[in-house]
């Protein structure tokens, strides 16, 4: 994946099965003491401004239950500014009925959405650091109707597919699987979609990788119509300003869609030096962005989210572990140059 491309998506789902949640795994169900777990003390954030869950147990909150087990109080109020924000559930290959089910049923038990992150389509991200995904267009069908299942009435806010339409825009996925990846993303909305409180935002990009016009086209083909968005710098680093520019070029091709954006890491956006072709992958000097909330103050706008988890490795590059696993050391640098 190329840095001026989809650059970035480095895939949280890569350890999701060792962060199984199930069922009533989670306590409270408000803003107040009954959302402390032992350890960490993690609770939700207004629900007014930012209705989105909190994963208590998740690496974040581990992490800062670790450093103050250790006594080490600084690093853990470092670590505490990604702890408590939400963040993306990307949604495993084994269990994706179980999994979805149990991040649904815990953000309803702390009346908040859980936000879903589905990154399974077949021939993922060219083989790269992230590479996989579903056996075949069959097996991907299953997947999401397991999703879907383990989702049911809850709300939950979905981000489908991070560089899927891009990757066949930017010629990256071979040629002879471009019509069944907009089969498959078509139904994938198709059956998201008429969940009773699921929205879906398919993914679209970003503001470095080339112009809004070719890739309009493509996000129809793929069934953005029947979405109620899409959504822009998954895992990336461009500006909100820029992704903000970007979105609304793309809207205004695509019949005036909403957007959300990925602020996780967008604080001093992106990286300029080292390799070209790897600018993408743990870049140095990067730090947090603005935290989630749906009062963006743009009417196109729907939320800025955390989709990628600050903190979690883009690849085995820089010295990061593999994409997807925690890695404290830039969880800490992130933070740290949000000061």
């Known amino acids: 994946m190329y840095a001026s491309r989809g650059a970035g998506v480095r895939a949280s789902v890569a350890v999701a099965g060792a962060t199984l949640l199930l069922a009533g795994c989670f306590g409270g169900d408000g803003e107040g003491e009954d ?25 974040a909150a581990a992490q800062v239950a670790a450093y ?9 109020e470092l670590i505490r500014r990604i702890a408590e924000q939400p963040t993306g559930e990307w949604i495993g290959p084994e269990n994706p009925e179980r999994e979805a089910k149990g991040f649904t049923e815990a953000a309803k038990k702390a009346e908040r959405d859980a936000l879903l992150v589905l990154y ?24 999401i109707d397991g999703v879907a299942r383990g989702i049911g009435d809850r709300p939950a806010t979905v981000v489908l597919e991070p560089d899927a339409v891009l ?33 879906v935002y398919l993914d679209a990009g970003n503001a470095g990788w080339s112009e ?7 996000l129809k083909w793929a069934g953005v119509d029947k979405a109620d968005g899409f959504a822009v710098n998954v895992s990336n680093f461009y500006t909100t300003e820029d992704s903000v520019r970007y979105g609304k070029q793309l809207s205004a091709k695509v019949g005036g869609k909403p957007f959300v954006i ?46 990628k988890r600050p903190g979690e490795s883009d690849g085995e590059c820089k010295g990061g572990p593999k994409a997807g696993e925690w890695w404290p050391e830039y969880a800490l640098a992130l933070a740290e140059a949000s000061d």
């Open 212 to 218: 809004a016009d070719k890739i309009a086209e493509p």
């Open 35 to 59: 959302d402390k777990t032992t350890g960490s003390r993690i609770t939700q954030q207004p629900s007014g401004t930012d209705p989105f869950w909190v994963n208590p147990d998740g690496n």
């Open 262 to 307: 990925d602020t996780s890491r967008n604080g001093n956006g992106p990286y300029t030096g080292g390799d070209k072709d790897e600018q993408w992958c743990n870049p140095p000097g990067r730090a947090l962005g603005e935290t989630p909330t749906t009062k963006t103050g743009e009417p196109l706008v729907d939320a800025y989210l955390w989709v």
């Open 68 to 76: 103050e087990k250790a006594g080490k109080d600084k690093k853990a």
């Open 167 to 199: 990757h066949v825009v930017d010629g990256c996925t071979p040629g002879e699987f471009h019509g069944e990846r907009y089969d498959l993303l078509k139904g994938a909305i198709e059956r998201l979609g008429a969940l009773k409180n699921t929205k």
């Open 120 to 143: 399974n389509i077949p021939h993922r991200d060219c083989g790269q650091y992230s590479g996989g995904g579903a056996a075949d267009g069959d097996a991907y069908r299953a997947w």
